[in-house]
T-cell receptor, first 111, second 117 residues
Framework: DAKTTQPPSMDCAEGRAANLPCNHS???????VYWYRQIHSQGPQYIIH???NNETNEMASLIITEDRKSSTLILPHATLRDTAVYYC????????????FGQGTELSVKP | DSGVTQTPKHLITATGQRVTLRCSPR?????VYWYQQSLDQGLQFLIQ???????AKGNILERFSAQQFPDLHSELNLSSLELGDSALYFC????????????????FGQGTRLTVV
């Protein structure tokens, strides 16, 4: 499984966009990029995933670079409830595609 | 609500004991994952089952075992418990069908908090 690198922590002002970067320079062609978040010891929550195209859903946008070696999760209007640890995961495409979590980015949204 | 149910929510037991944690996946999900999260630690992948068969193994101790039953629920058995086994244990499930298996998200339960005293 490809490894990911994320900054350990970030701050964001409430109402502003939060841009969380992730490096996955050893990603393979059939591996997807997934983003999850964990709010204070709750079960991790799925946010979004993508292969090579940019994706958007009701929670966030995912921007994947053309070479697929990095991506950015964008929370367009961060709220205090978005304070959490955000995990970027690269997942193999096969049966048993386990999700391996790294250390993630602790995002603090401040008033 | 993710649709994944874990029981019990809290469990307190003594060292040396054995416990069983239960996970009911979302309806239709064939794959079940187990994770351990110790205090201030990351999520450690333990084991995965797919349609009753062990599919992938992570950092699971020999004192721990798991299985997935025909109705697709799963149990994680922890034996000879030590103080260091105190942690949150999460279960997740996903569909895992079809060719584009990476194109399926996993949904997590709210966890079982195990305290070994």
């Amino acid at each position: 499984d490809a490894k990911t690198t994320q900054p350990p922590s970030m701050d964001c002002a409430e109402g502003r966009a939060a841009n969380l970067p992730c490096n996955h320079s050893t990603i393979s062609g059939n591996e997807y990029v997934y983003w999850y978040r964990q709010i204070h010891s709750q079960g991790p929550q799925y946010i979004i995933h993508g292969l090579k195209n940019n994706e958007t859903n009701e929670m966030a946008s995912l921007i994947i670079t053309e070479d697929r070696k990095s991506s950015t999760l964008i929370l367009p209007h961060a709220t205090l409830r978005d304070t959490a640890v955000y995990y970027c995961i690269v997942r193999v495409v096969k049966k048993g595609g386990k999700l391996i979590f790294g250390q993630g980015t602790e995002l603090s949204v401040k008033p | 609500d993710s649709g994944v149910t874990q029981t019990p929510k809290h469990l307190i037991t003594a060292t040396g004991q054995r416990v069983t944690l239960r996970c009911s996946p979302r309806s239709g999900d064939l794959s079940v994952y187990w994770y351990q999260q110790s205090l201030d630690q990351g999520l450690q992948f333990l084991i995965q089952y797919y349609n009753g068969e062990e599919r992938a193994k992570g950092n699971i101790l020999e004192r721990f075992s798991a299985q997935q039953f025909p109705d697709l629920h799963s149990e994680l058995n922890l034996s000879s418990l030590e103080l260091g086994d105190s942690a949150l244990y999460f279960c997740a499930s996903s569909v895992e069908q079809g060719v584009t298996l990476g194109n399926t998200e996993a949904f997590f339960g709210q966890g079982t908090r195990l305290t070994v005293v």
